[in-house]
């Protein structure tokens, strides 16, 4: 049986992105979002992904960002994915995926059934679709809260597409989360974090090491 891949999202420091690497996660996220204390400086993240191991897809993600935003980011850091994570539409993908010739995930927030179309529709769009919890009203940041959804909302739904699972998911829950949606890929931010913003390398070893013991069904 393949492991679940693992996105740790939100490294901010080179010590992060060595042990997320070692620990055998297979993508590591950069946020460029000034709202959140994962963001980073351009430059900041040009001197991390540098440094990065080659086995670790580095993904950006970004927030309804400008093209003058994602051209910057383009030329200066090597990327593997861009990560959309706000209200793109689906042309707004389209056309980032055309112009910067990265594959593209989108992430959908999920609270009800009602929020089940969206994925659909972006999943004809995107190389990839994220499913995260949807932020609270009024939340700062649109991803990134530890909250997580009601996972039985995405029981017998299957994309086209690779999807990843996303949303308050802990070392603790994760293997639970795998078994009930049957996700291959999962992510993680809050859940592997000291205090906010600041990423605990225990829990990253943790989270990574019960992601890919968990069971996934053949659904
Ligand atoms: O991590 C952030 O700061 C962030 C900011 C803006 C949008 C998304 C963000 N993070 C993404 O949110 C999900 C869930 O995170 P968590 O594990 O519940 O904290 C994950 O995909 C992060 O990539």
Redesign the pocket.
């Known amino acids: 049986m393949a492991d679940v891949r693992v ?1 740790i ?2 490294l901010k420091t080179p010590d992060d992105v060595a042990v997320a690497a070692e620990a055998g996660a297979a993508y590591g ?1 950069f ?1 460029f ?1 000034p ?5 980073l400086e351009i430059a900041e993240a040009r001197a991390l992904t540098q440094g990065a191991p080659v086995g670790l897809a580095k993904v950006a ?1 970004v ?1 309804d960002a400008d093209d003058a935003l994602l051209d910057a980011l383009c030329a200066a850091v090597p990327l593997d994915m861009l ?1 959309l ?2 209200r793109e539409t689906p042309e707004r993908v389209s056309e980032v995926r055309a112009r910067y010739g990265l594959p593209v995930m989108k ?1 959908v927030g999920v609270g009800g059934t009602a929020d089940l179309q969206a994925l659909d529709r972006y999943s004809a769009v995107a190389d990839q679709i ?1 499913v ?2 949807k932020p609270p009203k009024g939340a700062d ?8 959804f009601d996972w039985r909302l995405l029981a017998g739904r299957r994309w086209t597409r690779p999807w ?1 699972l ?4 802990t070392p603790e829950v994760v293997g639970q989360a795998v078994e009930l949606t049957g996700a291959r890929q999962v ?5 592997v974090e000291a205090a906010r ?1 600041v990423k605990d390398h225990g829990l990253i070893r943790a989270f990574v090491e019960a992601a890919q013991a968990a069971p996934v069904p053949r659904l």
């Open positions: 996105k999202c939100g996220g946020v979002f709202k959140s204390p994962r963001h993600l927030v990560q994570h706000g992430a994220l995260d919890a940041l649109p991803g990134g809260n530890g909250l997580a990843m996303a949303g308050g998911l992510d993680v931010s809050s859940g913003g």
